[in-house]
């Protein structure tokens, strides 16, 4: 009789989960100096992303049975492509993944689910994130028509990435200089600069889970309904 440990178990989960995985193709791997944000081009050729009418991500497959949600900030159905930007400033599976990235490489990915995160009809669409939710929010921003619906806050820890986002994007999102750990005391003095209307004004949070959590509680404390804040929080 097989001895069933630990090893057998994690061998037998690892071959249920590679039936289940697609493959992708890197076209081009760019760094962002310094080198702590890295932008994927991807070929998917099985990836249905005509239906991609909500805010996506990815989960890739980092290392064995290790796997790590990406969101593609943009997307052509015609050519099965999109763009992920992975924030790698900290030590992680997913980090050491993306710096060894090159051209032509195949990666794998587990699936393709949706965040629930699609523009709602209001006057004001206010996306808040960080370097990890770089990806979520350009998507979104790419969503809102009218585009002068849309407006944001995107909290960059250096000063060469955002002077770099105002020279790669034509954005109405703002990079934040930030001046707290997780960067929700940063994104919520920009809010208050901004005079946001109470009334028809929806945030976005995508971002560090703890960001998230205390950038909601404060938009609350403004005054903010509940349902006019919706959140995507990620593990760092």
């Known amino acids: 009789m097989e001895k069933f440990n630990f090893k057998n178990i994690k061998r037998k989960a690892g071959k249920l989960f590679e039936n289940r995985l697609q493959a992708a193709r890197v076209l081009e791997v760019r760094y962002w100096e310094p080198s702590t944000l890295i932008e994927v081009d991807l070929h998917m050729p099985f990836a249905d992303i005509a239906k991609w009418d909500e805010v996506p991500y990815i989960k ?14 943009g997307w052509d159905a015609e050519t099965s492509t999109c763009t992920i930007y992975i924030d790698a400033a900290h030590k992680g599976a997913g980090s050491t993944w993306a710096r060894q990235l090159e051209t032509g490489d195949t990666v794998s990915y587990l699936k393709i689910g949706s965040t629930y995160h699609k ?6 669409v206010v996306a808040l994130g960080d370097e990890s939710s770089m990806g979520h929010l350009l998507a979104l921003q790419k969503m809102v028509l009218p ?15 955002r002077r770099l986002f105002h020279e790669y994007f034509w954005s109405p999102l703002e990079p934040v200089a930030r ?20 009334e028809n004004t929806v ?18 404390q403004q005054g903010y309904p509940s349902g006019q804040i919706k959140v995507q929080g990620f593990w760092s």
């Open 203 to 220: 945030f976005y949070l995508a971002g560090n889970n703890i960001m998230v959590t205390q950038l909601r509680k404060m938009l609350r």
């Open 179 to 198: 001046r707290d750990n997780f960067g929700h005391h940063s994104l919520m003095e920009w809010v208050l600069q901004q005079h946001y209307s109470i």
């Open 60 to 73: 890739f497959k980092v290392d064995d049975l290790t796997f790590r949600d990406y969101t593609p900030s």
């Open 147 to 161: 585009n002068t619906r849309f407006s944001g806050g995107l909290v960059i820890d250096n000063e060469h990435h």
């Open 119 to 124: 523009p709602v009809a209001t006057s004001a």
